[in-house]
């Protein structure tokens, strides 16, 4: 499995939008680019995934460079509640998770 | 919606005991992960199983066993439990359709504490 890398923390204000950007230099042809978010221990939440495409839906927008080498998770409008770790994973199935970006979302 | 069920939800067991967790995916799904999460850790993957049989296998220690019965649930047989085996353990599940990624649906782990 492709290896990720994330920064490890991000600031972002209420209301505004959090760009979170990772690097998947060693992506295969075959390997989706999903994102996953765990708010405090929870269960992981799946946000949203792509292959090559930018994909949207009703949490964020995920932007794929063209040589897929990186990607960018976008999250519209930033609440209080999006404050988590957020973890870009590249594979097939099975999730193998990095170190993440711990998005703190403030007033 | 229903959702993936994890029993029990806490756990504290002794050095050497045994465990076992279960996990019941959401109905209709037909594969089931399971995660380790230590304290401060990121979940590592340990196994995987579809229609009943292993489809892959994480970092698991060879004193976990794990299986996944005729009606989907699945439960982790741990022995010989060590203190480093404290941790969260969450099980997922995602629906049929091998060949394209589907999103996994996580359980709200189990809190195992070993003393």
């Known amino acids: 499995d492709a290896k990720t890398t994330q920064p490890p923390s991000m600031d972002c204000a209420e209301g505004r939008a959090a760009n979170l950007p990772c690097n998947h230099s060693?992506?295969?042809?075959?390997?989706?680019v999903y994102w996953y978010r765990q708010i405090h221990s929870q269960g992981p939440q799946y946000i949203i995934h792509?292959?090559?495409n930018n994909e949207t839906n009703e949490m964020a927008s995920l932007i794929i460079t063209e040589d897929r080498k990186s990607s960018t998770l976008i999250l519209p409008h930033a609440t209080l509640r999006d404050t988590a770790v957020y973890y870009c994973?590249?594979?097939?199935?099975?999730?193998?998770f990095g170190t993440g970006t711990r998005l703190l979302v403030s007033p | 919606a229903a959702g993936v069920i994890q029993s029990p939800r806490h756990l504290i067991k002794e050095k050497r005991e045994t465990a076992t967790l279960k996990c019941y995916p959401i109905p209709r799904h037909d594969t089931v992960y399971w995660y380790q999460q230590g304290p401060g850790q990121d979940p590592q993957f340990l196994i995987s199983f579809y229609e009943k049989m292993q489809s892959d296998k994480g970092s698991i220690p060879d004193r976990f066993s794990a299986q996944q019965f005729s009606d989907y649930h699945s439960e982790l047989n741990m022995s010989s439990l060590e203190l480093g085996d404290s941790a969260l353990y969450f099980c997922?599940?995602?629906?049929?359709?091998?060949?394209?990624?589907?999103?996994?649906?996580f359980g709200p782990g189990t809190r195992l504490t070993v003393l």
């Open positions: 994973i590249v594979g097939f199935q099975k999730l193998v």
């Open positions: 060693t992506i295969s042809g075959n390997e989706y």
């Open positions: 997922a599940s995602s629906p049929p359709d091998l060949y394209t990624y589907n999103e996994q649906f």
């Open positions: 792509g292959l090559k």
